[in-house]
């Protein structure tokens, strides 16, 4: 662990975030960390269960003069975003997040933090650790998956779990308690393609500079969608210009917004006359990102584009059929905020984000994160896109669909927070809804009638490789938790 953070340290905070942030722990390759949860179990004497899916769950019994007091369940998820820069030769499936310390900032060495949610994990193991704080029965949950459809909390069996009060410590600001968010679902569509040969010149066209950002709580921001940007560029380009299509390539993570996207071009015709015509290609390409950037200075100040003479020679780009019909998805498959609320100010009623796409040797494969507070509006976005690639000849598949988490008018926890947040601050917490999915939802029907709330230290680019955290605030809202868990609510 960094001295540094090291002397910021509180109640071991960061010393177990340091901990599991030396353990690979992208969604699906939880075994390690999710066995470093059990080692510490055991070491504690708690009680625990390991479930199939690798989630953890683990039982602190009551202190003296706490036994009757309904048992509180604080939860996380232990996986995270995996996101690093270009360049970057860092494994998330085997080397640990370095963590650097800049001034109040915790960040990574070129990849995401994973702030989101490790802070939740150290904050349990900080708290079940502490053999001075007194407290109610404290359960803990820390699942997995969450980061790709919410898996783990899906599979999760709390029949042995005796919780009348859920804190999940998967939010993002310190000064906000959340008490309902959007369900969501993840979508697949592919398109077939075929190709032809063909001799020409071949280069390849990159976008980069773009801040991406997580497909919920940044979607409302106006920032570019690297594949959708690209895809306009490509559309508008045609109107000048005979090209083919070989590869494309737009973001890794359905719930991430891309930042970056690539493709490999290639422009037909007799070996003499390619090189002019390669200027000319090259002319019209650098006024369309003149534009953009103009466009785009507010939300994407730091756009780029880099073109790479690849050379002439035979290649396989896409059938000219082919490549109309991928087109004509990727520039009219409905992507952003797609419905305000009418009930909330400011809040996203219902988005969709193409995370990743990818042209393949057979197919295109187009990967997007759906949102929505509306059961029956989210599936008509799906149903959309279903549409769109059906009659283009493609498939579609929806799958990992989570359930919204309902706003409850009387909450007990709720109120205990705001009076614990006011005494500490002299300030009035603000009381939210939030468009990013989080487990409660899940939880909340596993565990009927269950009073929960999500909160969190500030936290900033989550999803990116400027992902960062408040130090400060990380121990500040940890000590609102061990005073939450101290005084008795009532209610």
Same mark, same amino acid.
């Given at each position: 662990?960094?001295?540094?953070?090291?002397?910021?340290?509180?109640?071991k905070?960061?010393?177990?975030?340091s901990?599991i942030?030396?353990?690979?722990r992208?969604?699906?390759?939880?075994k390690?960390?999710?066995?470093?949860?059990?080692?510490f179990?055991?070491?504690?004497?708690?009680?625990?269960?390991?479930?199939?899916?690798n989630?953890?769950?683990?039982?602190?019994?009551?202190?003296?003069?706490?036994?009757?007091?309904?048992?509180?369940?604080?939860q996380?998820?232990?996986?995270m975003?995996?996101?690093?820069l270009?360049?970057?030769?860092?494994?998330f499936?085997?080397?640990?997040?370095?963590?650097?310390?800049?001034?109040?900032f915790?960040?990574?060495?070129?990849?995401?933090?994973?702030?989101?949610?490790?802070i939740?994990?150290?904050?349990?193991?900080?708290?079940f650790?502490?053999?001075?704080?007194?407290?109610?029965?404290?359960?803990?949950?820390?699942?997995?998956?969450?980061?790709?459809?919410?898996?783990?909390?899906?599979?999760?069996?709390l029949?042995?779990l005796?919780?009348?009060?859920?804190?999940?410590?998967?939010s993002?600001?310190?000064?906000?308690?959340?008490?309902?968010?959007?369900?969501?679902?993840?979508?697949?569509?592919?398109?077939?393609?075929?190709?032809?040969?063909?001799?020409?010149?071949?280069?390849?066209?990159?976008?980069?500079?773009?801040?991406?950002?997580?497909?919920?709580?940044?979607?409302?921001? =106006?920032? +570019?969608?690297?594949p959708?940007? *690209?895809?306009?560029? /490509?559309? &508008?380009?045609?109107?000048?210009? @005979?090209?083919? %299509?070989?590869?494309?390539?737009?973001g890794?993570?359905?719930?991430?917004?891309?930042?970056?996207?690539?493709?490999?071009?290639?422009?037909?015709?007799?070996?003499g006359?390619?090189?002019?015509?390669?200027?000319?290609?090259?002319?019209?390409?650098?006024?369309?990102?003149?534009?953009?950037?103009?466009?785009?200075?507010?939300?994407?100040?730091?756009?780029?584009?880099?073109?790479?003479?690849?050379?002439?020679?035979?290649?396989r780009?896409?059938?000219p059929?082919?490549?109309?019909?991928?087109?004509?998805?990727?520039?009219?498959?409905?992507?952003?905020?797609?419905?305000?609320?009418?009930h909330?100010?400011?809040?996203?009623e219902?988005?969709?984000?193409l995370?990743?796409?990818?042209?393949?040797? =057979?197919? +295109?494969?187009?990967?997007?994160? *759906?949102?929505?507070? /509306?059961? &029956?509006?989210?599936?008509?976005? @799906?149903?959309? %896109?279903?549409?769109?690639?059906?009659?283009?000849?493609?498939?579609?598949?929806?799958y990992?669909?989570?359930?919204?988490?309902?706003?409850?008018p009387?909450?007990?926890?709720?109120?205990?927070?705001?009076?614990?947040?006011?005494?500490h601050?002299g300030?009035?917490?603000?009381?939210?809804?939030?468009?990013?999915?989080?487990?409660?939802?899940?939880?909340?029907e596993?565990?009927?009638?269950?009073d929960?709330?999500?909160?969190?230290?500030?936290?900033?680019?989550?999803?990116?490789?400027?992902?960062?955290?408040?130090?400060?605030?990380?121990?500040?809202?940890?000590?609102?938790?061990?005073?939450?868990?101290r005084?008795k609510?009532?209610?």
């Amino acid at each position: 662990m960094e001295k540094t953070l090291e002397q910021l340290d509180y109640k071991k905070i960061f010393y177990y975030f340091s901990e599991i942030s030396k353990i690979p722990r992208g969604s699906g390759n939880e075994k390690g960390v999710s066995d470093y949860l059990v080692e510490f179990a055991k070491s504690h004497n708690f009680e625990y269960i390991q479930d199939a899916s690798n989630n953890v769950i683990m039982v602190k019994e009551a202190t003296p003069g706490y036994e009757n007091e309904p048992a509180i369940i604080l939860q996380g998820h232990m996986d995270m975003v995996c996101e690093k820069l270009k360049d970057s030769t860092h494994d998330f499936t085997k080397d640990g997040i370095k963590l650097l310390v800049d001034g109040d900032f915790l960040h990574a060495d070129g990849t995401t933090l994973g702030g989101d949610n490790g802070i939740a994990v150290a904050y349990i193991l900080a708290m079940f650790s502490d053999q001075e704080i007194e407290h109610p029965r404290l359960e803990a949950i820390i699942t997995t998956d969450e980061e790709v459809g919410l898996g783990g909390a899906q599979a999760l069996d709390l029949s042995s779990l005796k919780g009348k009060y859920l804190i999940n410590l998967d939010s993002e600001e310190e000064d906000c308690v959340l008490t309902s968010c959007a369900g969501g679902m993840r979508t697949n569509c592919t398109l077939p393609i075929n190709r032809v040969d063909a001799f020409g010149r071949r280069f390849r066209i990159s976008l980069g500079g773009m801040q991406g950002g997580h497909s919920g709580s940044d979607i409302d921001k =106006n920032r +570019a969608n690297a594949p959708i940007l *690209l895809g306009r560029l /490509l559309f &508008e380009l045609r109107e000048e210009h @005979s090209f083919g %299509l070989i590869t494309m390539q737009g973001g890794f993570k359905d719930n991430v917004i891309p930042r970056e996207a690539q493709a490999e071009l290639m422009i037909m015709g007799e070996e003499g006359e390619l090189e002019d015509i390669f200027a000319r290609v090259k002319e019209s390409i650098a006024k369309l990102m003149a534009k953009y950037k103009q466009e785009l200075s507010a939300s994407e100040p730091q756009l780029k584009y880099e073109l790479e003479d690849l050379g002439n020679g035979e290649y396989r780009p896409l059938h000219p059929v082919s490549f109309e019909k991928m087109l004509f998805m990727l520039v009219h498959m409905p992507n952003g905020v797609q419905v305000m609320s009418s009930h909330i100010k400011g809040l996203v009623e219902s988005s969709l984000n193409l995370g990743a796409f990818n042209v393949e040797e =057979n197919q +295109a494969v187009f990967v997007s994160a *759906l949102r929505s507070s /509306l059961y &029956e509006y989210k599936h008509f976005m @799906s149903n959309k %896109l279903n549409y769109m690639i059906s009659f283009l000849g493609g498939e579609h598949r929806e799958y990992a669909e989570y359930p919204g988490w309902e706003y409850k008018p009387e909450s007990a926890l709720r109120e205990h927070y705001k009076r614990i947040y006011k005494e500490h601050t002299g300030k009035e917490i603000r009381v939210e809804a939030i468009h990013a999915g989080l487990e409660c939802g899940i939880l909340s029907e596993k565990l009927p009638g269950v009073d929960a709330i999500s909160i969190g230290p500030d936290m900033f680019h989550v999803h990116t490789i400027d992902e960062k955290l408040s130090i400060s605030s990380a121990i500040r809202v940890y000590k609102l938790l061990e005073q939450v868990v101290r005084e008795k609510i009532r209610g």
